[in-house]
């Protein structure tokens, strides 16, 4: 495995792969590798013949009251978990390689960021776009791995790709759940243990809620979720997918999303569903 910093080189090294047309697949992250880091990189290994693994905190995507200096960076410790599930090149450019003119074009994510998580980061999209553009781009990739826990993030980057008919494949990677059913995250270790015994109740609130989802109605979601994991809801909304938009007769995919707090962290989880298979 390499690690490049250079836009230059990246080109260089990935010449063969577009000469022989050879699939290369794109995990873009920022960098401190995690398990669901691993588990994308895994996907984009046993589906590509090269795969990029981008590690760049992104300063466009981090707002007033976020602070971008803080977040934790250890490319050291990323090639090692990298190199472990067989990715070939780790790009980690400096924020003046990937940003080198202020040209003034800026992105602007729309409706659907303004809503969910987006709504208490302002901007936060439009610095997720601006990055993303720009890997995709410079990589060049056959398919890029994005995970549906982060299910907004998601959504609004298959709309950039389906509307202005960018050429790459967004491979979605399901959410990767314990055993009882919680989402992994490495913020479960704040739950309290009397709250880490309540928290699977949210996804299984969430599965009761999309076999009924024809009623749903917010404040009764919202009801539910609270008896169910003694927690406080930040929202509950069924949309579509991936517009983000309330569900119409047309619609053939729906997102149920939500945000749980407690008393030391804020748990995030969704399920995204075909209408046809809503009470399977």
Same mark, same amino acid.
């Given at each position: 495995m390499k690690i490049i910093k250079t836009i230059a080189e990246l080109h260089e090294v990935l010449a063969p792969a577009y000469d022989a047309k050879q699939t290369i697949g794109l995990v873009p992250t920022m960098g401190y590798l995690h398990e669901g880091h691993q588990t994308l990189a895994k996907a984009a290994v046993a589906e590509n013949? /090269?795969?990029?693994?981008?590690d760049f905190v992104n300063p %466009?995507?981090? &707002? +007033?009251?976020?602070? #971008?200096? @803080? #977040? +934790?960076?250890d490319l050291a410790r990323? =090639?090692?978990? =990298?190199?472990?599930?067989?990715?070939? #090149? /780790?790009? @980690?450019?400096s924020v003046e390689e990937m940003y080198p003119h202020q040209g003034g074009i800026t992105f602007e994510a729309g409706p659907a960021s303004n809503i969910l998580c987006g709504a208490t980061r302002p901007g936060h999209f439009n610095g997720v776009l601006q990055v993303v553009t720009k890997l995709f781009q410079i990589v060049r990739p056959t398919n890029a791995y994005f995970g549906q826990k982060?299910? !907004?993030q998601l959504a609004i980057i298959q709309m950039l790709v389906r509307d202005y008919n960018i050429p790459v494949v967004i491979r979605p990677i399901p959410i990767v759940r314990e055993e009882d059913g919680l989402a992994k995250s490495s913020r479960n270790v704040f739950l309290t243990a009397e709250e880490r015994a309540l928290a699977p109740q949210l996804f299984a609130t $969430? !599965? %009761? $809620?999309? *076999?009924?989802?024809? !009623?749903?109605?917010? @404040? @009764?979601? /919202?009801? =539910?979720?609270?008896? =169910? %994991? *003694? &927690?406080k809801v930040d929202y509950i909304q069924l949309l579509s997918y991936p517009d983000l938009q309330p569900p119409k007769a047309t619609d053939q995919q729906l997102i149920l999303a939500t945000a749980l707090y407690y008393s030391n962290v804020r748990l995030i989880d969704n399920i995204i569903f075909e209408v046809g298979e809503a009470r399977v």
């Open positions: 013949d /090269i795969v990029v693994l981008s %466009t995507q981090f &707002g +007033p009251n976020e602070d #971008y200096e @803080a #977040y +934790p960076r990323d =090639a090692r978990v =990298a190199e472990e599930v067989g990715v070939h #090149y /780790i790009f @980690a450019p982060d299910a !907004q $969430l !599965q %009761t $809620l999309r *076999k009924n989802y024809e !009623q749903f109605d917010e @404040a @009764a979601a /919202i009801q =539910a979720i609270e008896t =169910a %994991t *003694k &927690g």
